[in-house]
C-alpha cells in the first residue's frame, strides 16, 4: 500500500501486488478488501501506477500514471460509489504528448478553505507531478473544477540551485490551508517548497 484516503465513503488504499496495481477498500481500517471492479479497469491501462487517492464529496480518484506506447501517460480514474470504477478519458492530449507525464498528488480544492470571508467557497481539484522532456523532469500542475475537465498543463514552478547534472525535479506532494495551495518536491540534490493560489501559478 502506497496511499491512503478517508471519506464518507469509507476508507481506500492503493498500491501493487505482485505488480499489478490494487485498490483496497476498508470500513474500519482494520479489514480491508481489494475492489476486483476497481484493479479490472485500473489494470486495464498498460503499465498502471497509483501514486495517490483522494475522497471527495463527490466520490474517489485514483492518480498515477500508465504507459503509452514509449511514453509515460499522467492517468485519472474515478468512482462515485467506490464499486463501479471508469477512467477518465477527457483530458485527451492534456495529459500526455511530447515526453512523460505523471500526476504524484490529488487535493480537493474546497478544502483549502477561503482568504478572504464571505467570498465564495472554493471548488475543484489540483493535481501535482511532472512532465519530462528528453532527459529532465519539469514540477507541473493540473486543475479542474469537476474532475473531469483539466487544464492545460502548468510548469511554472521555479527551481532554484540545481546542479548541471540533475534529472529535474517533480513535485511529489500537494496540500492546502487558508486559501493557499502548496506543493513539496525537488530532486535528489534539492527539495522546494512552493505556493500558489490559483494551482497554476507557483512561487
Not at 37 to 55: T, Y
Request: glycine share 16%.
Amino acid at each position: 500500500m502506497d496511499t491512503v484516503a478517508a471519506g464518507a465513503l469509507g476508507l481506500f488504499a492503493g498500491g501493487t501486488v505482485n505488480g499489478t496495481a490494487t485498490v483496497w477498500y476498508s470500513t474500519d481500517g482494520l479489514q480491508w478488501d481489494a475492489l476486483p471492479g476497481a484493479d479490472k479497469v485500473i489494470d486495464d491501462d498498460p503499465g498502471a501506477v497509483i501514486n495517490d487517492i483522494l475522497s471527495t464529496p463527490g466520490g474517489v480518484y485514483a492518480a498515477g500514471s500508465s504507459v503509452n506506447g514509449n511514453r509515460l501517460s499522467a492517468a485519472l480514474w474515478y468512482s462515485s460509489d467506490g464499486i463501479h470504477w471508469g477512467t477518465i478519458r477527457n483530458p485527451g492530449p492534456i495529459f500526455f504528448g511530447a515526453g512523460d507525464h505523471v500526476i504524484t498528488s490529488l487535493v480537493n480544492i474546497a478544502d483549502v478553505g477561503n482568504q478572504v470571508s464571505g467570498g465564495p467557497a472554493p471548488s475543484g481539484l489540483l493535481a501535482v507531478g511532472g512532465v519530462r522532456v528528453g532527459t529532465t523532469w519539469q514540477p507541473a500542475s493540473w486543475i479542474s473544477p469537476d474532475g473531469v475537465s483539466w487544464s492545460q498543463t502548468s510548469q511554472s514552478f521555479p527551481l532554484d540551485r540545481e546542479p548541471p547534472d540533475s534529472p529535474g525535479a517533480l513535485a511529489y506532494t500537494a496540500t492546502g490551508a487558508d486559501g493557499l495551495l502548496f506543493a513539496a518536491g525537488g530532486s535528489p540534490g534539492h527539495q522546494n517548497l512552493w505556493q500558489s493560489s490559483d494551482g497554476l501559478a507557483w512561487s
